[in-house]
């Protein structure tokens, strides 16, 4: 109990709340504008975390999360444009609304759909991970290896269109990760003679070249898009209390299905809110209504993709798998502050884990205040001038690499990294398999070779039930994703005009 | 509905599959100068070998399935390479001119190029990049105490 209060009462600290704030709505504003993401929202936060205590930093990044997931519908709605991909289903019925004049009650739906998203799966979070932690007490080397092998797996079958691009992607994010000194034997691979080539590759430099400068490469070249949101009138209109208990099986059907997809490694909000959107057609009375601008599809859609936050967390926190880019980052940027997560954060940091709670409560709290009471502003975001975003965002990415040891190399990694991410979008393949790569690697390696020295070969990973479950969950994806492929290249086939 | 390219890329995963087998070979290679090590079986060289085996598998399905979807060929515009290239002459230049300076010149440029529609103007942009350097530099120089470099012009004026 003494956690739980110093807990909450280092989040309410009045400098701490300021930090939650600006997170939130750091978050929000990045999520508006469209082509930026939660991914680059986060880590481009992460230097500013140095100097924090590391609940605190977290708490930062989660609440950068919370509300880029947030944000995202705000475009979605206005522009037909998700702001992140989160929000591609609340496309489907919040832009039909706004062209009825409704734009401002669609907002006002996602937001507090996004709002209970996010407390639904706070509770699962509370409840749920301090099972899991105490399971993944029972996990040894082997159970390390298979879950990390899953998740790379999983990633791997469902980023992109071809299993073997992301299958690539996901090896060379583990060869990424051997670069510099092994943590096994403290020794340098691949360094070639070269001392700043020992310490590898940095995540941070890594991650803001991917996700943000490649992305502000990509928009420098994209053509300008005649975009206007007409913000003039533009109030959220929050649903009434009727309404609201109207839909209370929906938030909660969509809450669980979010919880439950974000718990799955791979899966990610957009499929949430897209899964969510064709339940709540299925269930309801008014299927036609779907696509028109019926404010349940909103509902859906948004309180799903928010709810794949808490899920995500779940399995993050507990064992240290992070299911996408976001949380992975997010992971990073708690290892960087020295925490491990897995199940001894429960039982040796119980403050960070509280501050998680409580800052996912309050970010969600702030996120609906400020869309609700400035939504004018903040869609404006979407507007800005893109020869002051890509500068800005630019500038700010390299000095926040630059802040992690104050090394040079680390600009030049990042030069790197932006020009591998830019190839690899064009080339169409995944990049999240590679940021998991890069996470998963020396957990992988580590564990193996504790595995390998203590039983001799790998027949723990098929005989350990946990493990052997993992291996067969990491067959069956691939075979699923295989199968499903030679089914729908067979159907294009037969689709296909003879002659 | 989208009409078919004019252009369709044909060998893109194959010349991906090559360089990465040329890769992984010039890796493979690397391996056998790792520090050997006695304490433990398996040896430093271990995993990368696994992973780059690997690499080398996927890189000859790649060179196999030749192109696997439906695309116009690659390539990099010329904004890309530019904004790439001015990124690149800020990092080259920080540590030979300093933060503040290397910061506001790559601002005002990009700001300047990006601005093709004239909206901002040179005034509205100096003013914005002066903004955005002053508020970066304050933000990490005061607020979280990073160093960032004076450059070579300020280690000589004793900054």
Redesign the interface.
């Known amino acids: 109990m003494s956690d739980v209060l110093l807990a909450l009462s280092g989040t309410l600290a009045p400098a701490n709340l300021v930090i939650l704030v600006l997170g939130t709505l750091i978050g929000v504003i990045i999520g508006i504008i469209p082509g930026l993401g939660t991914v680059m929202a986060v880590a481009l936060l992460i230097p500013f975390t140095f100097g924090m205590a590391p609940e605190i930093g977290i708490s930062l990044l989660i609440a950068v999360f919370v509300g880029g997931v947030s944000g995202g519908c705000v475009t979605a709605i206005l522009l037909r444009m998700p702001g992140t991909p989160s929000s591609v289903a609340t496309v489907l019925d919040g832009y039909p609304l706004a062209q009825q004049g409704r734009g401002g009650e669609a907002i006002g739906n996602a937001v507090v759909g996004s709002f209970i998203g996010t407390i639904i799966s706070t509770a699962a979070l509370i409840v749920f991970a301090p099972l899991l932690a105490q399971f993944a007490l029972r996990f040894y080397f082997p159970e390390f290896v298979a879950v990390s092998l899953f998740a790379l797996t999983a990633i791997s079958a469902v980023s992109g269109t071809y299993l073997i691009r992301g299958i690539f992607a996901a090896l060379l994010g583990l060869l990424f990760a051997t670069v510099g000194i092994s943590e096994t034997d403290a020794l340098p691979r691949f360094d070639f003679g070269l001392p700043a080539m020992q310490a590898g590759f940095n995540f941070v430099p890594a991650i803001m070249g991917l996700f943000a400068i490649s992305q502000m490469i990509k928009l420098a070249g994209e053509p300008r898009s005649d975009a206007e949101v007409s913000a003039r009138g533009l109030q959220a209109g929050l649903p009434s209390v009727a309404e609201f208990f109207r839909n209370t099986g929906n938030y909660l059907r969509s809450g669980v299905i979010g919880t439950v997809i974000g718990v799955v490694p791979a899966v990610g909000a957009a499929t949430a809110g897209l899964i969510s959107y064709a339940q709540a057609k299925a269930w309801s009375r008014t299927p036609e209504r779907f696509g028109q601008g019926h404010v349940p599809g909103i509902i859906a859609s948004e309180t799903a993709n928010n709810a794949v936050v808490g899920g995500a967390l779940i399995i993050a926190l507990t064992l240290g798998i992070p299911g996408d880019p976001t949380t992975a980052v997010l992971l990073g940027g708690l290892m960087i502050h020295g925490i491990a997560p897995g199940a001894q954060l429960f039982n040796n940091h119980p403050e960070v884990i509280y501050s998680i709670y409580f800052t996912m409560i309050f970010s969600s709290l702030i996120m609906a205040i400020a869309l609700i009471a400035f939504l004018r502003p903040l869609a404006r975001a979407a507007l800005l001038p893109r020869a002051v975003l890509i500068p800005v965002v630019s500038l700010v990415a390299c000095v926040g690499v630059f802040s992690v040891n104050g090394n040079i190399f680390d600009l030049y990694v990042m030069l790197g990294f932006a020009l591998l991410g830019l190839l690899m979008e064009k080339l169409r393949y995944p990049l999240a398999p590679l940021v998991l790569g890069m996470v998963l690697g020396p957990i992988i390696e580590g564990n193996l070779r504790l595995m390998l020295g203590q039983f001799g070969d790998i027949t723990p990973l098929f005989t350990r039930p946990i493990a052997l479950t993992f291996m067969c969950l990491s067959l069956l994806t691939v075979i699923y994703i295989a199968v499903r492929r030679l089914r729908e290249r067979s159907q294009m086939k037969a689709e296909r005009p003879s002659g | 509905m989208r009409g078919a390219p004019s252009r369709i890329a044909r060998y893109?995963?194959a010349i991906?599959g090559l360089v990465?087998l040329a890769v992984a070979g010039l890796?493979l290679w690397?391996?056998f100068n790792?520090?050997a090590?006695n304490?433990?079986?398996?040896?430093?060289?271990?995993?990368?070998r696994v992973?780059?085996a690997?690499?080398a598998l996927?890189?000859v399905?790649?060179i196999i399935?030749r192109q696997?979807?439906t695309?116009e060929p690659?390539?990099?515009?010329?904004?890309?390479l530019?904004?790439?290239a001015a990124?690149?002459g800020?990092?080259i230049a920080?540590?030979v001119i300093g933060?503040f300076a290397t910061?506001l010149i790559?601002?005002f440029v990009?700001?300047i190029w990006?601005?093709s529609?004239k909206?901002?103007g040179p005034l509205r942009?100096g003013l914005?990049?002066l903004s955005?350097?002053a508020v970066?530099y304050g933000?990490?120089g005061f607020g979280?105490?990073?160093?960032?470099?004076v450059g070579l012009i300020g280690d000589g004026l004793g900054f």
């Open positions: 893109e995963d991906v990465a890796l690397a391996t790792f520090r090590v304490w433990t079986p398996l040896g430093l060289a271990f995993w990368p992973i780059l690997g690499i996927t890189a399905m790649l399935a696997l979807d695309h690659f390539r990099i515009l010329r904004p890309e530019t904004l790439f990124i690149a800020f990092v920080l540590p933060f910061g790559y601002s990009t700001i990006l601005d529609a909206a901002l942009a914005l990049a955005a350097t970066t933000v990490f979280l105490k990073v160093w960032l470099p």
